[in-house]
């Protein structure tokens, strides 16, 4: 395969699961509400307030894949576009929502979105090393020329 062609499918894979996750949110919010005015039950206000945190969650696990691969040598600029990226996209989102029928666009739900994102960076701060080479490639596609952060352990043996 020749230079150009791996770059593309590197492109296409680094770029595809973000953007088909992005268009998943975009159609979920368009949507349009019922029009009814009724008091929702607990547990399906749970469900759906879970879904934005689920939502921002992978969201911004794909962002962290995206940047992760454009800024390798700098992993808190990664972190930080990811975060900001994805905040944006939540705000944007509820920007939609305003002109989508019987839907409303609420700084509550931002906040909401804004949890599933700060998990999804706090976990993968925090465990990032301890995962398997393989599932590192996974998150950030390996470029050439560049090590894996996997951290090399040894295994004392006892005599």
Known sequence: MSGKNAHCKTQVLLYAPLLV???????????????????????????RKGAHIFEYFILTLLW?????????????????????????????????????????GKLTDVLIDSIG?????????????????????FFIPRRKGLPRRVKKTTIKVKK
């Open 21 to 47: 996750w992005m268009a998943g949110i975009f159609y979920l919010s368009s949507l349009p509400g019922s029009g009814a005015a009724y008091e929702m039950p607990r547990a399906m206000l749970i469900e």
């Open 64 to 104: 962290v894949r995206v940047f992760s691969f454009l800024f390798s040598k700098n992993e808190r600029v990664a972190m930080g576009f990811s975060i900001l990226s994805a905040l944006i996209y939540a705000v944007s989102d509820e920007i939609h929502q305003l002109f989508v029928f019987a839907r409303t």
């Open 117 to 137: 994102i700060f998990i999804a960076s706090a976990l993968f701060v925090r465990f990032f090393d301890r995962l398997p080479a393989f599932y590192q490639g």
